[in-house]
């Protein structure tokens, strides 16, 4: 299946939407980013939900296993895909976490899935392969793009069935 298929399945049953990062180390920000735009760009549909977790998601997690959510999409800032910086990867974490994942936030997911999962929720990671996360404000072009891209996906999947 393609990515935009990958979404419309997972979007088509209520879904939270959590943004991850560090607003403050450049592109690791990107999580944060998408999230603040679909809160205030993501048209109004039943059971989708988009939290700015930044990067404590642990402070979320309790919230998120007690809502109706079928469906978790983290988004975060990723490492270690061999993808071109900007490239995007989505799969369930566990999965992708298989030989030791590529979240920059990789105990904190994973303790999250746990806990999300024993609450009866499927946990998918969007990742985009990121160029830097050193300590900056600005988000490399590539990664705004692949942002930009990602919004649109899921604002034009959110609703639709399979």
Same mark, same amino acid.
């Given at each position: 299946?393609? /990515?935009?298929?990958?979404?419309?399945?997972?979007?088509? +049953?209520?879904?939270?939407?959590?943004?991850?990062?560090?607003?403050? +180390?450049?592109?690791?920000? #990107?999580?944060? $980013? *998408?999230?603040?735009?679909?809160?205030?760009?993501?048209?109004?549909? @039943?059971?989708?939900?988009? #939290? @700015?977790?930044?990067?404590? *998601?642990?402070?979320?997690? $309790?919230?998120?296993?007690?809502?109706? !959510? =079928?469906?978790? /999409?983290? *988004?975060? =800032?990723?490492?270690?895909? &061999?993808? =071109?910086? &900007?490239?995007? #990867?989505?799969?369930?974490?566990?999965?992708?976490?298989?030989?030791?994942?590529?979240?920059?936030?990789?105990?904190?997911?994973?303790?999250?899935?746990?806990?999300?999962?024993?609450?009866?929720?499927?946990?998918?990671?969007? &990742?985009?392969? =990121?160029?830097?996360?050193? $300590?900056?404000?600005?988000?490399?072009?590539?990664?705004? @793009?692949?942002?930009?891209? !990602?919004?649109?996906?899921? *604002? &034009?999947? !959110?609703?639709?069935?399979?």
């Amino acid at each position: 299946m393609s /990515l935009a298929q990958d979404l419309t399945r997972i979007l088509s +049953r209520p879904t939270c939407i959590v943004g991850v990062g560090n607003t403050l +180390r450049s592109d690791d920000a #990107v999580g944060p $980013f *998408i999230a603040g735009r679909l809160q205030t760009e993501l048209p109004p549909a @039943d059971g989708h939900v988009v #939290v @700015d977790a930044e990067d404590v *998601i642990e402070n979320h997690v $309790f919230r998120i296993a007690d809502s109706e !959510v =079928a469906n978790v /999409l983290v *988004i975060d =800032a990723v490492q270690g895909t &061999g993808g =071109a910086p &900007g490239s995007l #990867v989505l799969g369930e974490l566990a999965e992708l976490e298989v030989g030791g994942g590529y979240s920059t936030h990789k105990l904190a997911l994973s303790m999250a899935a746990s806990v999300l999962a024993q609450h009866g929720k499927t946990v998918y990671l969007l &990742g985009i392969a =990121a160029e830097n996360i050193d $300590f900056g404000m600005a988000m490399s072009k590539d990664i705004l @793009d692949s942002a930009e891209t !990602v919004i649109d996906l899921v *604002i &034009g999947r !959110v609703g639709r069935s399979n």
